[in-house]
């Protein structure tokens, strides 16, 4: 048991990278005019960052539908995070599911543009969680 948290900081840390990463894409996907492939990865970058949150619990999932309720019961519910975070999680998700699955409808640039910025904003908080709470 003495590993688990070195273990834990890693996962913490891999999910954040993932995040990262996930922001770099959308930002890449925007540029070239992909819009919906941009909202997608906004919305990846917001699910590895609640995941590296859940994992400071042991409480990771890979479940959507599990990840965003696990997030809120945890962290927004009792107030750590505010719940703006909760809100931008679910509007996210849902332009993800657009974007995915509903082929006649198109995202627009602007929809696009504030699904990433909402994204950084979101991992930007956590980050700040996470440092505050020692984790990064």
């Keep these: 048991m003495a590993e ?15 995040a990262h990463q996930m922001l770099v ?11 919906a492939s941009a909202v997608n990865r906004a919305y990846y970058a917001i699910f590895h960052a609640a995941n590296a949150m859940l994992a400071t619990r042991g409480l990771a999932r890979s479940k959507h539908s599990g990840v965003i309720s696990t997030f ?3 962290f927004v519910k009792p107030g ?3 719940t703006d975070y909760s809100e ?3 509007r996210l998700m849902d332009h993800r599911n657009v974007s995915d699955y509903e ?5 627009e ?3 696009a ?16 969680w996470l440092k505050q709470e020692g984790w990064l």
Excluded: S
């Design 4 to 18: 688990e948290p070195c273990v834990r900081h890693r996962e913490v840390a891999l999910y954040v990278d993932r």
């Design 25 to 35: 894409v959308a930002e890449c996907n925007l540029n070239d005019g992909f819009y």
């Design 72 to 74: 809120r019961q945890h």
């Design 80 to 82: 750590l995070i505010e």
């Design 88 to 90: 931008v999680y679910g």
């Design 103 to 107: 082929v006649e409808l198109l995202i």
């Design 109 to 111: 640039n602007r929809q």
């Design 113 to 128: 543009y504030a699904d990433l910025h909402d994204a950084r904003r979101f991992t930007q908080r956590v980050e700040q």
